[in-house]
Nanobody
Framework: QLQLVESGGGLVQPGGSLRLSCAASGFTLDYYAIGWFRQAPGKEREGVSCISGSGGSTDYADSVKGRFTISRDNAKNTVYLQMNSLKPEDTAVYYC??????????????????WGQGTQVTVSS
């Protein structure tokens, strides 16, 4: 059974940084694209970033380009989302999800089959 567990969320001041982790169990991430998504209260789930199974392709929402970086460490079966220069509007529950895909990735939630439980990120002074 595919399981994903997010960690690393918390409370941070505007301008601060957090690194989220998405750890997989029950399968190896090697052939899976991983997406990071977020959902704020009253808003639709938004695709923040994704990385292909190969690691060679990434994509970012315009709202986070230049501030967030996605990466993967297949040896640790983990994908990371480094978030810098955080803003109050980044506040949301962040989820990771997996889709079996090698060369590309998608930020569309409907493409993903397996989801983690989410981790809260709050950016506030």
């Amino acid at each position: 059974q595919l399981q994903l567990v997010e960690s690393g969320g918390g409370l941070v001041q505007p301008g601060g940084s957090l690194r989220l982790s998405c750890a997989a169990s029950g399968f190896t991430l090697d052939y899976y694209a991983i997406g990071w998504f977020r959902q704020a209260p009253g808003k639709e789930r938004e695709g923040v970033s994704c990385i292909s199974g190969s690691g060679g392709s990434t994509d970012y929402a315009d709202s986070v380009k230049g501030r967030f970086t996605i990466s993967r460490d297949n040896a640790k079966n983990t994908v990371y989302l480094q978030m810098n220069s955080l803003k109050p509007e980044d506040t949301a529950v962040y989820y990771c999800a997996a889709e079996r895909r090698w060369g590309t990735c998608s930020r569309a939630p409907r493409r993903y089959d397996s989801w983690g439980q989410g981790t809260q990120v709050t950016v506030s002074s």
